[in-house]
């Protein structure tokens, strides 16, 4: 059986138009792998929620600048950069949050069909985001999804406080936290982590794709484009299934 490998001296190589892997030899079996593990916003979806809630308030230019510089990984702590983002949220109302969900939150091209083809062989499907439960929620219930675990925001009155609901494993959904909850979850299933895939498009994703069997970047930022086995920079979500075939 084929197995994914890293190989740190290799570099990407055209595997299809738009398609590059490294480190691995393809195709790899889907059979081989148990769970697999997607962030939510840009990569199932095809927004960053974020931005679009602060549209609703006109500050989207200015939420949209430090998502961009923290996806990219110039912005390294992660958590600040969501308190400055989230305080500038304060005041928009559920009713805007709804708005963001029916009217602009559109489900990733490949995504049904690659979680189904998981599903097929048994795999194990978990979401998890630096994103909101008010949005990954029902991404999951949408999608079929396993397991999810998101940021709560904290809202009183209808409207957005600026801040975070603390829930059980902590208040932020960061880089190291999605690593934490892949091994997690791999663990309370008896998965080991060579038998994961982590999928992802920004820098706060690249520390649970390093702690997986095999590493996904899609439509991703350079640094994770670069780092990741698997790159799909055309196509669908379901373009992996050209690599690792069920």
């Not at 490949?110 to 998981?118: D, N, P, Q, Y």
């Not at 809202?155 to 190291?176: F, H, K, R, Y």
């Amino acid at each position: 059986m084929t197995t994914a490998t890293s190989c740190p001296n290799s570099s990407p190589t055209e595997f299809a138009p738009g398609l590059a892997i490294q480190g691995i030899t393809a195709p790899l079996s889907l059979s081989q792998f148990k769970l697999i593990a997607f962030d939510m916003d840009s990569t199932l979806i095809s927004i960053e929620c974020i931005d679009e809630i602060a549209d609703t308030v006109g500050r989207k230019a200015e939420v949209a600048a430090i998502t961009e510089a923290a996806m990219r990984g110039e912005i390294t702590d992660f958590k600040e950069s969501l308190r400055r983002r989230l305080a500038l949220l304060k005041g928009v109302t559920l009713a805007d949050m709804e708005r963001v969900y029916t009217e602009r939150l559109k489900i990733n091209p490949g995504a049904a069909e690659l979680i189904a083809a998981c599903q097929k062989v048994g795999m194990k499907v978990l979401l998890v985001s630096g994103g909101f439960t008010f949005f990954a929620d029902r991404v999951k219930e949408r999608l079929n999804i396993d397991f999810a675990r998101s940021n709560q925001l904290e809202m009183v009155g209808g409207e957005l406080t600026g801040g975070l609901v603390t829930q059980s494993w902590g208040d932020i959904c960061d880089g190291a936290e999605k690593r934490r909850t892949l091994l997690e979850v791999a663990s309370l299933l008896g998965i080991a982590p060579h038998e994961c895939i982590a999928m992802g498009d920004g820098a706060n994703d690249l520390p649970m794709m390093g702690a997986a069997g095999l590493s996904v970047a899609y439509h991703a930022k350079p640094k994770v484009r670069e780092q990741a086995m698997v790159a799909i920079s055309e196509g669908g979500l379901d373009r992996l299934l050209e690599v690792v075939q069920a």
